[in-house]
């Protein structure tokens, strides 16, 4: 926290507070010298509480925590508080952000690359020629799959945000009935290996479903 022990030792409350350099109440986490006389003069339990102090041009990420204290008799004879440093943790997740961000650009550009070269072979062949068909059939599952892999390759993100809070779901009215069918689709040719029949069966009748119609089709295909 930037204090030395001679700082604080046997020294009251008030006094420590009175020394404005000291900075003690925020580099205690708290916002004000008020906050923290309020915490001694009602002594509580506390939920975990994080927060930072600047020190010598960096950032320490700090956890508090406040634990009554108790004789044997249960009566509250004062409060421990308990600080732990939380920078390095704070620091491996952001190069593991970091990381992942990196992942993702670096395979995104070269799977994009392909998309447009799918593209491009598909323009090239005339609608006339024999091979026509297959071609375009074949461009159109592979660029299937490309788009698949890139929605993968962007769930790397989505694993940071789940981690840091931010899940976001991008919710809209789906019918079901298309995506159990794009996901069988999928799997033709591992089928077609394995002897098995895949088949969907969706009740005509059903509404469209408010979901996030790209994290419901992970969910079916895996």
């Not at 634990?67 to 308990?82: C, E, F, Q, R, Y």
């Amino acid at each position: 926290l930037g204090f030395s022990p001679t700082q604080l030792i046997n020294q009251e409350i008030d006094t420590l507070l009175s020394e404005a350099e000291l900075r003690l109440a925020a580099r205690m986490g708290f916002a004000s010298g008020d906050d923290l006389q309020a915490l001694l003069a009602e002594p509580h339990s506390a939920e975990p509480f994080s927060y930072t102090v600047e020190e010598d041009d960096h950032t320490v990420y700090i956890q508090r925590r406040v634990i009554p204290v108790t004789n044997s008799a249960d009566k509250l004879v004062g409060l421990l508080l308990v600080f732990y440093d939380q920078t390095e943790e704070h620091e491996l997740v952001q190069a593991r952000d970091d990381l992942a961000s990196m992942i993702v650009h670096d395979l995104r550009s070269p799977l994009s690359s392909v998309n447009s070269g799918l593209t491009l072979l598909r323009d090239l062949v005339s609608e006339d020629d024999p091979l026509f068909p297959t071609i375009d059939s074949t461009a159109e599952t592979s660029q299937r799959a490309i788009r698949k892999l890139l929605n993968r390759v962007n769930s790397l993100l989505d694993v940071s945000r789940m981690d840091r809070g931010q899940w976001m779901l991008e919710v809209e009215p789906t019918d079901l009935a298309p995506m159990a069918e794009n996901v069988c689709r999928e799997f033709v040719p591992l089928a077609r290996e394995l002897e098995v029949v895949l088949r969907t069966e969706v009740n005509s009748g059903l509404p469209p479903l408010n979901i996030d119609p790209d994290k419901v089709e992970r969910v079916l295909l895996n």
